[in-house]
């Protein structure tokens, strides 16, 4: 439907309409803020938008931030202590209040002498589909979803008054690209500086309702500690909290919202600052988050009965699953994210950990999965990283790896690339576009999977004991020619067998078994050997991301069919293995395409058995497969010319030739703590970064030694 020009547009007779623009004078802290026009003005969105400094503090305002030794209005704990400032903590902290402070404070708590502001986060939507709103009685075109919200801001009286709002497409001049990439640098203190942030949902549906009741419900049941038997009342009747809500959810968290890149800063720098609203219902995102947790934690397995229970009630429905990307996202990154800047006030992440931030985000501009997240760089980092629209993408992404590779005088960032990404960068270069760069959740260092009966989440930073292959080597990274990197290392082997390779995350295509005739065990006899296999499946490292021990080798008696497990997880009354029909196939398919794999004379399935010991703990088997189902996700199993097994990169999304393949080398590279999969190019001077290797053995500095003593010899490697 095509857009209608608003009818009643004021004339001001005799007077040139100022243009809505002017320049902003950012180093005097200038913002433009936009005010809602009440309903009785028009029909149509009327809006003021406004120039206001936010150095203009409010004298009550600036005596309470130097008699408290505050750093400043943008500092995460001086609106908290400002707001008990004026009323009593506990009163604060009541959710009456907690709602009302951060959608109107009144005028007492505001921070500026022209009032206060909230931050918007929100989907500009389809650009086809667009509306008109008058903006300082110029006639604007907007997106018709930003309409919508402003319409029914103002039907709830939202932003009438001297609380204004932020608006990125009205509030940023979109025409000037010199104005859009210097304001890109400064959203992140934007949103910090926002009294709060609204993130808009969209307009209410039938069920969206019932979906935030039962996340408020789910972390009622936490409150009382009373997850556990929750989950058991659910396993018995999905329909113990109701019907529709799990539905309602399931809808909630499909939302074009979570796939939008730009919410991530936006909805962090906010913090607990931050409220989710959908029409005209609300929940503060601390509080959201609390029952995203639950779900995840304590309820992951079963919600899927939930959740089919109320399809099958909804009768017009056809069956379907869990949007996990937007579920793992809040859980994984956006809450831990907000709860690691209420404590630090700081957010610097690696390169592995934006790229799969990006990865599942959509932005309408290929380079902005780089600039939107230069917020949570190191500060080293983004200081080398200036946001360039005119730039190609290919430029934008080497030049993020490169300044990571600076930045932190380190080559860590080259674990996470590869020559395989769709935008044609150096193989050295994290393509940020590539389909397979979520590889956080297959590290030691990413979040665990499973039950919180079992593995309480004590801390959101655990203490893992990392890899360190190169040990305390300095890096020799230097950067010339076109798009050439050099630095020093040395090979360890070659691959000379690997597993079926992944097809997608569901299945394993056994032709591409590759068995090395020769191998000769680098560990010696066979239990040694059944041993380094065991500790390979979990890349020798627990749940928590501590050395594994001997009760890991529990995935080697774990049942390769799950119906079979079943019934022993069942008589044992393992719960959380028992419900993971939907799950288990990560081990059960896996086992079944390499059967064939061979190590030495010995097939890969024979260093398995199939019984689980009367004597068997559950936390050994739950642990070692969670284990295993990190460590197996875009990898293959090796063996190497020098008697290793470990993992090699796979990967899922590719075509046959963009695979690791027997031959290609494994390399210790000086600063990188993993070993990494490389290829020599025919032209015998240049390399390519297939990405990270592991190989029982060599993870924690062992090859350093071998080294010295002249077994290996360290040279020079130019990648491209």
């Known amino acids: 439907m095509a857009a209608s020009v608003p009818e009643h547009v004021p004339v001001i007779l005799g007077l040139q309409i100022p243009p809505l623009y002017r320049p902003l004078h950012t180093q005097d802290g200038q913002i433009r803020l936009l005010t809602i026009l009440s309903e009785a003005y028009s029909h149509d969105i009327h809006c ?23 750093s400043g209005h943008r500092a995460p704990t001086a609106l908290g202590k400002w707001t008990e400032h004026h009323l009593s903590p506990t009163m604060a902290k009541l959710d009456p209040l907690k709602r009302v402070v951060l959608t109107q404070p009144s005028a007492q708590l505001h921070r500026f002498t022209w009032g206060d502001f909230a931050a918007l986060s929100y989907v500009w939507g389809d650009p086809n589909e667009k509306a008109f709103i008058v903006v ?68 209410a549906s039938p069920r969206s309702g019932l979906a935030l009741q039962l996340v408020r419900d789910l972390v009622t049941f936490r409150e009382a500690s009373c997850e556990f038997e929750l989950e058991k009342r659910l396993r018995e009747d999905p ?54 947790a639950v779900l995840q934690e304590s309820l992951w397995v079963v919600k899927d009965r939930c959740l089919w229970g109320d399809i099958e009630a909804a009768t017009s429905l056809q069956a379907t699953a869990w949007k996990t990307t937007s579920l793992h996202l809040v859980y994984k990154h956006l809450s831990r994210l907000g709860s690691n800047k209420s404590r630090t006030g700081d957010l610097d992440l690696g390169l592995g950990r934006l790229l799969q931030l990006a990865s599942d985000s959509e932005c309408l501009d290929p380079r902005d999965k780089v600039y939107a997240l230069t917020g949570f760089m190191p500060t080293s980092v983004a200081g080398l990283l200036q946001p360039d629209y005119t730039l190609p993408v290919s430029q934008v992404y080497m030049n993020a790896t490169k300044a990571f590779i600076q930045g932190l005088d ?45 593995f309480p989440r004590n801390s959101d930073d655990l203490d893992y004991l990392p890899y360190n292959a190169s040990r305390d080597a ?29 097809r997608g995350f569901f ?53 390769s069919a799950f119906d079979n497990a079943a019934v022993e997880f069942v008589k044992r009354g393992w719960s959380w293995l028992a419900d993971l029909r939907s799950y288990y196939f990560r081990w059960e398919v896996f086992r079944k395409s390499n059967t064939t794999f061979r190590i030495g004379d010995t097939n890969f399935d024979d260093f ?74 025919p032209d015998g001077k240049h390399y390519h970064i297939l990405g990270e290797a592991y190989v029982q053995g060599m993870m924690d500095g062992e090859a350093m030694d071998d080294l010295q003593t002249g077994k290996y010899e360290a040279r020079t490697f130019t990648f491209c």
């Not at 009685?137 to 029914?152: I, K, M, Q, T, Y």
């Not at 009760?551 to 008696?557: D, E, F, G």
């Open 608 to 681: 398995f058995g199939d019984e689980i010991p009367t004597d068997a703990s559950e936390r050994d088997f739950t642990e070692a497969y969670s284990c295993f189902d990190r460590s197996s996700q875009k990898r293959r199993f090796m063996t190497t010319s020098t008697g290793h097994v470990g993992w090699a990169p796979d990967n899922i999304y590719g075509r046959a030739s963009e695979q690791t393949q027997v031959g290609d080398l494994v390399a210790i590279i000086f600063g990188c703590s993993m070993p990494l999969t490389i290829r020599a190019l």
């Open 507 to 559: 299945s394993w295509e056994e032709h591409t078994i590759v068995s090395s005739d020769d191998f000769c065990s680098a560990y010696g006899s066979r239990e040694a050997t059944t041993a380094a296999v065991f500790r390979t499946l979990i890349m020798d490292r627990d749940i928590y991301g501590q050395k594994a021990t001997e009760r890991h080798a529990a995935i080697l008696q774990l049942p």
């Open 136 to 203: 300082n009685s110029r006639v604007v075109c907007v997106s018709a979803n930003l309409e919508r919200l402003l319409r029914e801001f103002r039907s709830t009286g939202d932003f009438q008054g001297r609380f204004r709002l932020w608006v990125d497409a009205l509030c940023i001049n979109q025409d000037d690209l010199k104005e859009r990439a210097s304001l890109i640098q400064s959203m992140p203190a934007m949103y910090r500086s926002a009294w709060s942030v609204v993130a808009w949902l969209g307009e």
């Open 239 to 292: 329909g113990f909290l109701g019907s529709l809500s799990w539905l309602g959810l399931h809808e909630f968290m499909d939302r074009p919202y979570w796939y939008r890149l730009w919410i991530i800063q936006e909805i962090v720098m906010g913090g607990a600052r931050a409220t989710i609203r959908c029409g005209n219902s609300s929940i503060d995102w601390p509080t959201f988050c609390s029952g995203i």
């Open 410 to 454: 380190s080559l860590e960032s080259l674990r996470e690339v590869n020559p395989w990404g769709p935008t044609d960068c150096p193989s050295w270069t994290a393509d940020w576009r590539w389909r397979g760069n979520p590889m956080m959740q297959r590290r030691i260092e990413g979040p665990f999977w499973g039950p919180a009966y079992l």
């Open 474 to 502: 300095r890096n020799s990274a230097s950067f010339f020619g076109d798009g050439l990197l050099e630095c020093r290392g040395f090979v360890i082997g070659a691959i000379s067998g690997i597993s079926a390779r992944g």
């Open 48 to 70: 003021h938008l406004e120039t206001v400094s936010l150095k203009d503090l409010a004298p009550a305002y600036r005596r309470f931030l130097d008699e408290n030794d505050l």
